[in-house]
């Protein structure tokens, strides 16, 4: 069973726009997710990440929020850039132990 | 700091070969974790290791070993290779210990062909 997905499997938006990447959980015990980045023919690049005592976490243009009553969390990137294009992955887990991925989401950045 | 290493990063094998990955973690990392990628499935957790123990394990079959040795790399065993066991097999590394370091730091992954 897929505890965390990711329903949009790509994303297209406009250099200097916003991008909005959604990520929905099952598990009510998660408490830390993060975010990765992922290029082709390299493994995953850590983003960012944010606890459940938090409802937001920013880092330069990238910001996670978290609804925890909605198991809902969101990357958004502003603005957007054309070496943000890649495949974006969720992950959660209980206090760091076993993580769980979305199936990820591809983001192009058009020039 | 180096990065985790992951050898070898291509590796062709036919059905019913078995084959060790291995995986070299950040220094100071004490946790491994191995994860299957596979296209539309995302990562699929395999297992972790923490101080040469298996802590936690996916669900996958009896086939998928590993172990930690007491430097902290680990290896990743795939018995009898199926079809199916074609993917990218990544590892990643973490310090743990900290709320703020469960961060997984990962490889680029050994891209496994079975035929």
């Known amino acids: 069973d897929q505890q965390v997905k990711q329903n949009s499997p790509s994303l297209s938006v406009q250099e200097g726009r916003i991008s909005i990447l959604n990520c929905d959980y099952t598990n009510s015990m998660f408490d830390y997710f993060l975010w990765y980045k992922k290029y082709p023919a390299e493994g995953p690049t850590f983003l960012i990440s944010i606890s459940s005592i938090k409802d937001k976490n920013e880092d330069g243009r990238f910001t996670v929020f978290l609804n925890k009553s909605a198991k809902h969390l969101s990357l958004h990137i502003v603005p957007s850039q054309p070496g943000d294009s890649a495949v974006y992955f969720c992950?959660?887990?209980?206090?760091?132990?076993?993580?769980?991925f979305g199936t990820g989401t591809s983001l192009t950045v058009i020039p | 700091k180096a990065g985790v290493t992951q050898t070898p990063r291509y590796l062709i094998k036919t059905r019913g070969q078995q084959v060790t990955l291995s995986c070299s973690p950040i220094s100071g990392h004490r946790s491994v974790s191995w994860y299957q990628q596979t296209p539309g499935q995302g990562l699929q957790f395999l297992f972790e290791y923490f101080s040469e123990t298996q802590r936690n394990k996916g669900n996958f079959p009896g086939r998928f070993s590993g172990r930690q040795f007491s430097n902290s790399r680990s290896e990743m065993n795939v018995s009898t290779l199926e079809l199916g066991d074609s993917a990218l097999y990544l590892c990643?590394?973490?310090?743990?210990?900290?709320?703020?370091?469960?961060?997984?730091?990962f490889g680029p992954g050994t891209r496994l062909t079975v035929t």
């Open positions: 990643a590394s973490s310090q743990l210990g900290q709320v703020s370091s469960y961060e997984q730091y």
């Open positions: 992950a959660a887990s209980i206090t760091g132990n076993q993580f769980y």
